[in-house]
């Protein structure tokens, strides 16, 4: 391999710093002289051996390296182990060549991800520029409870999927059917239908509660607090779990801004706040009713809407081009370490 083992003597920059226990294969290259504890096995490169060649090795055969570990408690890789390793090592330049197109796949994808990251902001931002922090005493004319926005009509009704002795059982299941909504199909703000486990139709007529509809407002209760989706118009039948509850609001509420305010710091920190705190995390209905909520004018909130519709629709082409990028970079590393990006396999693939 062209390796020189270091334990706990000082590591010098460019060594290839590589976690062997808890979790196993974390890598990472150092810039600066640094020891480590015993939860690595580091490594520095010699002449032979680059070590952005190495550390992408390392990265792409993770999933093989942490089957190597042993333990009882928690499994480790030893240091006979990591040196019994066998890495194939093509000529010092080959190996710095595809360290490069990994290096630079590997940036282009990072900055992919902070762009997204941006995006998945920028809804928020525009609430507070838009309506500010609720909080704040200029908007106490436009806030109320939950419970008295629905005693008003403002919100047409609020139901979980308590469904008692008529839950759906693990059994009950089936590949194809009515999704069944828990908390981890709201992620990002958006209902992911395909984390959705199915039930047969059947469950209409045996269920009374629970059934939402076309721009209700999802929003998590039990166990992870606050996940928050709009059901799509396009979406015909949902069958919400006891960890889901769903808003109707009325036509003097838009669903993606009563969304969006569910998802500003304020209310987020309020529903976390009054969630009892058992074995898991739970606030009900009763509780819910008495959190607060903003109501502004109807225009507002629809110059909201056209706002943020229009980033979900710039995010979901990002997304979709991240996807690719992220597929196209787990290809590069496996084309790496297989022969497919030498320069004499790539003269061969010219046409």
């Known amino acids: 391999m062209g390796l020189r083992n270091c334990s706990s003597e000082l590591l010098p920059p460019n060594s290839v710093l ?28 010699g002449p032979k051996l680059d070590a952005s060649f190495l550390y992408w090795w390392l990265k792409c055969h993770r999933a093989q390296l942490e089957q190597l570990g042993n333990g009882a408690t928690f499994k480790e890789v030893s240091k006979a182990v990591v040196e ?11 190996q710095k060549r595809i360290a490069a197109i990994l290096d630079q796949a590997d940036d282009l994808r990072r900055k992919r991800q902070r762009a997204l990251d941006r995006l998945n902001q920028l809804g928020q931002a525009i609430f507070v520029e838009m309506f500010g922090d609720p909080t704040e005493d200029r908007y106490s004319s436009k806030v109320t409870s939950i419970g008295s926005a629905q005693d008003a009509g403002i919100i047409v009704a609020i139901q979980d999927g308590n469904h008692g002795e008529k839950h759906p059982k693990v059994s009950d299941f089936v590949s194809e059917g009515i999704p069944f909504i828990m908390a981890n199909c709201m992620l990002d703000g958006e209902l992911k239908l395909e984390n959705s486990y199915k039930l047969d139709p059947i469950w209409r007529k045996k269920l009374r509660v629970g059934f939402a509809r076309p721009l209700d407002v999802l929003i998590s ?32 509420l838009d669903s993606y801004f009563l969304q969006s305010y569910f998802e500003s710091l304020p209310f987020q920190r309020a529903i976390k706040n009054n969630s009892f705190q058992s074995t898991r995390a739970y606030i ?10 903003l109501i502004p004018a109807l225009e507002e909130q629809i110059k909201f809407r056209t706002r943020v519709l229009k980033i979900r629709e710039i ?8 996807s690719a990028q992220l597929s196209l970079f787990n290809s590069l590393q496996a084309r790496a370490f297989n022969g497919e990006l030498t320069a004499s396999s790539l003269k061969k693939a010219d046409p």
Not at 20 to 40: D, E, K, L
Not at 227 to 247: C, G, K, N, R
Not at 284 to 293: A, N
Request: charged share 20%.
């Open 84 to 94: 019994r390793i066998e890495i194939p090592l093509p000529p010092l330049e080959e």
């Open 221 to 252: 209760h039990k166990g992870t607090i606050g996940q928050t989706a709009v059901v799509s118009e396009d979406v015909d039948q949902l069958i919400l779990s006891p960890q889901v509850t769903y808003y109707r609001p009325s036509r003097s």
């Open 18 to 45: 590589f976690s062997s226990r808890a979790p196993i294969g974390h890598v990472a290259i150092n810039t600066i002289p640094m020891a480590t504890n015993q939860g690595f096995k580091s490594m520095v490169p």
């Open 315 to 322: 995010r979901a082409k990002a997304l979709a081009a991240a």
């Open 284 to 293: 009900g209905i009763t509780r819910q009713r008495e959190l607060p909520i």
